[in-house]
């Protein structure tokens, strides 16, 4: 294997419309749409995104989403509406590096919470920075926390999938991924049931 870490590596198929339209608001460059496949993965030195990224666009017809290092990793998304593209990408990237998914980490979840009728200046602050739907006073916020970062986009998708809620900011770079998502406290509850589930159900190695 190379000396390049996979820290995050997972394939994330039918992307549910509001993850969708929050990636399409956020993300570089090809703007992914409801419904399709995208492989987002968050790798150590973070400069090695740079040359896997060329690997897999030569391998297959994905299209690039992000490409970005900060402070410690390299992040990336690609896309297509084809799950077999997005597959041979995968496929490439894990050949160049000699690695399997069993090499990427198992991610763990740091905090989850819920909080019932939030106050209107809480609301406020958090609408401060948020890039997705706005909280309103009142509605219920669950907040999931989880390491490596990037494994929280599989939260968002299968918290989206599991019940009717808003994506209120999805953070998946740096050190700790963190979800913010906001609706009915029944709601809320059931997307962080799935959200947990999503996320203990990937394998790999540990830290």
Request: with cysteine; net charge negative.
């Amino acid at each position: 294997m190379s000396d390049i870490t996979i820290r995050a590596l997972m394939q994330i198929d039918n992307l549910q419309p509001k993850f969708a339209a929050y990636n399409g608001a956020t993300v570089q460059g090809s703007i992914p749409l409801s419904g399709d496949t995208v492989l987002i993965g968050e790798l150590a030195p973070g400069n090695g995104v740079f040359g896997l990224i060329d690997r897999a666009l030569k391998a297959s017809a994905v299209e690039a989403t992000t490409q970005m290092v900060e402070r410690e990793f390299g992040f990336f998304i690609l896309r297509s509406p084809s799950n077999a593209e997005v597959t041979m990408a995968r496929e490439a990237i894990l050949a160049e590096l000699g690695a399997s998914l069993g090499d990427r980490l198992k991610p763990s979840i740091t905090s989850t919470q819920i909080i019932t009728s939030v106050e209107p200046y809480q609301a406020q602050l958090l609408n401060k920075w948020r890039k997705g739907s706005l909280l309103v006073p009142g509605q219920t916020l669950g907040v999931i926390e989880c390491a490596p970062a990037a494994y929280i986009s599989i939260a968002a998708n299968e918290a989206e999938k599991a019940a009717e809620i808003d994506m209120v900011e999805i953070r998946a770079v740096g050190r700790f991924g963190r979800l913010f998502i906001s609706g009915s406290e029944n709601s809320v509850k059931t997307a962080i049931d799935a959200a947990t589930a999503a996320i203990e159900a990937v394998d790999g190695r540990a830290e």
